[in-house]
């Protein structure tokens, strides 16, 4: 059966003189797939629209920002994620410059600044110091994030297939 993911797109803005990175509490509606959980910003492309354009579009609806620098860090297939079980097709990008301001929240939650450090503890292998980030993501997240956030300037392409809300594997590649 041919893969027919939705596409979309995740940006991580990092203000690198605070070493802080603008994510979303999605606690603004119960009825969310991704409620309670911390996530980067982001979302589904439109028809016609390509990853770059939506990208754009994403933060400018969900942060009120012009994104001016931007680097695709990778790219991540994930199969049946999430409580409807999913195929989706993922773009990453980390944000380094932008003009505009964040609101204090948008339609699907609480924005917030978080210390670059304290996300990267919320990926640790070691459960305890994963634990005591406090950071609820998806635990999926704790695999990639730190290949955003590293110095290897190549891209990486990987795939995750989920059980619906946990990973069952993580293989990547870098190009």
Not at 11 to 28: E, F, H, I, K, N
Not at 45 to 72: K, M, N, Y
Request: glycine content about 10%; some cysteine; overall charge negative.
């Amino acid at each position: 059966m041919p893969f027919m993911p939705t596409v979309g797109t995740l940006a991580y803005l990092w203000d690198q003189q605070t070493d802080l990175v603008l994510m979303v509490r999605r606690d603004a509606r119960p009825d969310d797939d991704h409620f309670g959980k911390v996530n980067g910003l982001g979302g589904k492309l439109e028809p016609d629209e390509d990853v770059v354009a939506g990208v754009r579009r994403e933060l400018d609806e969900e942060a009120g920002v012009r994104l001016d620098e931007l680097t695709l860090r990778g790219t991540i297939t994930w199969t049946n994620f999430g409580p409807k079980l999913e195929d989706w097709m993922g773009f990453i990008f980390l944000v380094t410059t932008w003009t505009g301001t964040p609101p204090a929240s948008n339609e699907e939650g609480s924005l917030e600044w978080i210390e670059r450090t304290r996300l990267l503890a919320a990926c640790d292998p070691d459960e305890e110091t994963r634990q005591g980030a406090g950071l609820p993501m998806w635990e999926g997240d704790r695999y990639f994030l730190p290949l955003v956030f590293d110095d290897d300037p190549r891209t990486f392409h990987g795939t995750m297939p989920y059980d619906g809300d946990r990973p069952k594997d993580w293989v990547y590649e870098r190009l």
